[in-house]
């Protein structure tokens, strides 16, 4: 992530979203073979940490002036990654602590399940882009102010707007159901619904993307899809495969191995 990252252009990016390894202490290993990457630390947090901080430095020089880092992690390091955020980038620039909350896995007996991740989203400045009314979502069928709106004690009444209503900052998304057709076997693949929302919101078409631990290629698809430039790159040579096999059968981007 380094090299590639000093190999670019400065300030040029409109949305970088990392979803680094977790520490979770495990090999990650996927259903496809070959598909597998190492979240063993030796010295966990006083290794892990200074290996991200130095990440995040480096990407933050590749923001443009109101660009927006996604940093996506879960009850392990959030709240370590968020003092770090706040010192790259001012806690001014602190706009959002998404919680994506997801169901299904196992259940646990000893403690409540954890059942989210973190995703912390600052900007190089106060006034990022912001499309939220590009991930409008439907009322929920319960709702009467959906129904027949809402009257004031002024008397003004607010009617329910037709293209539904902005969403909070705890996002219900389901994980890939082991059966779909997007499950491609990469281990920690995240849904396309969650990039898709991500990229709406936070870029405009044209803008650069990126995404330096891509995975199986997740956050490039979704913004090809979605009229955006995008970079991507991974550490694992089998990453790289999934990226390019995905952007060939989802995209039509035919990329030659190699
Ligand atoms: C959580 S997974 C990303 C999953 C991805 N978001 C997806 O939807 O498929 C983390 C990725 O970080 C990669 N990685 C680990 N260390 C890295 C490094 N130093 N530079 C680049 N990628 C790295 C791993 O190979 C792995 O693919």
């Known amino acids: 992530m380094l090299h590639v990252a000093s190999s670019l252009a400065p300030e040029t990016f409109r949305l970088i979203y990392l979803d680094p390894p977790f520490l979770t202490g495990r090999e990650q290993v996927g259903t ?14 006083d290794s892990y940490l200074p290996w991200l901080k130095e990440r995040l430095y480096a990407l933050y020089a590749l923001l443009c002036a109101n660009g927006s880092l996604v940093l996506h992690l879960d009850w392990r390091t959030s709240h370590h990654a968020r003092v770090m955020l706040d010192e790259i980038f001012g806690r001014k620039g602190f706009m959002n602590e998404i919680i994506w909350h997801y ?22 400045s106060q006034q990022p882009v ?24 002024s008397g003004r009444k607010y009617m329910p707007d037709p293209r539904g209503t902005p969403i909070d900052d705890v996002w219900d998304i389901p994980i890939i159901n082991p059966m779909s057709l997007e499950r491609i ?12 929302r991500l ?16 995975g199986s290629g997740t956050t490039v698809v979704a913004a090809h899809n979605l009229g955006r430039k995008w970079l991507g790159c991974d550490l694992s040579d089998a990453a790289i495969e999934c990226t390019r096999q995905r952007l060939n059968a989802e995209c039509g981007i035919k990329i030659t191995p190699g």
């Open 130 to 153: 912001f499309n939220i009314d590009a991930i409008r979502v439907p009322y929920k069928p319960t709702s009467g102010y959906a129904k027949s709106g809402i009257v004031a004690n």
């Open 32 to 45: 496809r073979e070959g598909c597998a990457y190492d979240d063993r630390w030796a010295g966990e947090l």
């Open 199 to 214: 990229i709406s919101a936070l870029s405009s078409p044209g803008d650069l993307i990126g995404d330096f631990c891509c």
């Open 185 to 196: 076997g990469y281990p920690t693949q995240k849904p396309l619904t969650l990039l898709n």
């Open 103 to 124: 169901t299904g896995g196992g259940r646990s007996k000893r403690r409540f399940s954890c059942k989210h991740d973190t995703l912390l989203w600052y900007s190089r």
